[in-house]
Every structure is written in structure tokens, then in C-alpha cells.
């Protein structure tokens, strides 16, 4: 059980142009959720934490207008990176919760690569 | 100062070798302490999580929170080639903190 999907798994855009990654919880309803930025042999970051019908929470220095988050229900999440640049080139990871506590059990999706040219 | 220490290594062992792994952290808050295991390109798959000081076991891991020296560490019994991954540490003080990742490599 407890299955999180990520799609796409790759994306190679253009530099200036808008990227939507999705996120969806398979078998269970996820309160929360949550992206995560992991550039090359570093560490998971944080950007943003998401509850369904409220506005995410952006850790700082995550720009929110960059960033889109939408939560739409309780099995999907959207991120959109716009006018995605070089620098946003990353490895994009979702993560979903069933409880309404953060540090109750984090189910990860398999990641988004995006390469913005 | 990083809230979690982790060394990256890489971390290279014959296949059977018991394997420690160890984060440390300087914040006394966090209450949860987790490790996953995340393949290459893959996302993280929870391994293990405990919330007091001691000793958890599941199979060949073992996790070890010792909160007084704000010291963690995964131990792997008779490690395989497919442990192959990075091994992160992850605490939770409201939001789960990682540490960097060790890379781990079983030669067989």
C-alpha cells in the first residue's frame, strides 16, 4: 500500500517556458503533501508544504510566484514551475501524508527530473 | 551550521560486511528520527523509524537514537549488493529535516 506517483518522470523544456509536475496518491487519501528540490549529491529541500483546500506554505527563499502548488483533492497535487530558467533544473520530489501531522509517515513519489535548456 | 550532519562518503564494503551508517544533529527538538534508502534517481523508501532513544531492529537494519549525544546510526547485517543506494537520515521537528545522504557501495 501507500503508493505516490509522480508524472512527469522527465521533462526537457525551454528556457522562459512553464512545466507542470503532478503529483497523485495511489491508494490512500493524503492530508498533506509535499515538494521537495534535489540538486545533484545533496540533499532533499523542502520548497513548500500543501493541505487540501488551503494555500501552501512556502519554506524561505522559495519564491511562490515561481513555484505554483495546488492541491486540489486529497489524491493530487500540482506543482508548476513558470518561466522555468537553467537554474531550475533539478530533480522534483513529491511526498504524501495521511495524517495531519508532517512528521507521521512520509510516502515519496519516484521524482521528476526537469532540465530546462 | 547544517541542523543535521551526514558524511557523504562514498561508503565502500565487501558484500557480508556489517555496515554504520550515523548522522548527528544539533537541534535537541527533533523527536522522530527516520532513514531512507533512495536508489539512484529514485525517490526515498522509508527504512526505518524510531522516536525514542535505543534500539529498533527489522531484519538485517538496526537503528540506533542516542539523544543525549544527539547521534544516530543505521547498522546493515550482512550487506548485499542491492543495499547499493544512499542511505539519508531525516528528523522531524514539524517538517522532516534530511541530512545529505551517504552513498553506499556493496562490491559483491
Known amino acids: 500500500g501507500a503508493v505516490v506517483s509522480q508524472h512527469p518522470s522527465r521533462v526537457i523544456c525551454k528556457s522562459g517556458t512553464s512545466v507542470k509536475i503532478e503529483c497523485r496518491s495511489l491508494?490512500?487519501?493524503?492530508?498533506?503533501m509535499f515538494w521537495y528540490r534535489q540538486f545533484p549529491k545533496q540533499s532533499l529541500m523542502l520548497m513548500a508544504t500543501s493541505n487540501e483546500g488551503s494555500k501552501a506554505t512556502y519554506e524561505q527563499g522559495v519564491e511562490k510566484d515561481k513555484f505554483l502548488i495546488n492541491h486540489a483533492s486529497l489524491t493530487l497535487s500540482t506543482l508548476t514551475v513558470t518561466s522555468a530558467h537553467p537554474e531550475d533544473s533539478s530533480f522534483y520530489i513529491c511526498?504524501?501524508?495521511?495524517?495531519?501531522?508532517?512528521?507521521?509517515?512520509?510516502?515519496f513519489g519516484p521524482g521528476t527530473r526537469l532540465t530546462v535548456l | 551550521q547544517k541542523e543535521v550532519e551526514q558524511d557523504p562518503g562514498p561508503l565502500s564494503v565487501p558484500e557480508g560486511a556489517i555496515v554504520s551508517l550515523n548522522c548527528t544533529y544539533s537541534?535537541?527538538?527533533?523527536?522522530?528520527f527516520m532513514w531512507y534508502r533512495q536508489y539512484s534517481r529514485k525517490g526515498p523508501e522509508l527504512l526505518m523509524y524510531?522516536?525514542?532513544?535505543g534500539n529498533k531492529e527489522d531484519g538485517r537494519f538496526t537503528a540506533q537514537v542516542d539523544k543525549s549525544s544527539k547521534y544516530i546510526s543505521l547498522f546493515i547485517r550482512d550487506s548485499q549488493p542491492s543495499d547499493s543506494a544512499t542511505y539519508l537520515c531525516a528528523m522531524a521537528r514539524g517538517k522532516l529535516i534530511f541530512g545529505q545522504g551517504t552513498t553506499l557501495q556493496v562490491k559483491p
Open positions: 524510531t522516536y525514542s532513544s
Open positions: 511526498s504524501a501524508s495521511p495524517g495531519l501531522v508532517p512528521h507521521n509517515e512520509q510516502f
Open positions: 537541534n535537541s527538538a527533533f523527536q522522530y
Open positions: 491508494d490512500f487519501q493524503a492530508t498533506t
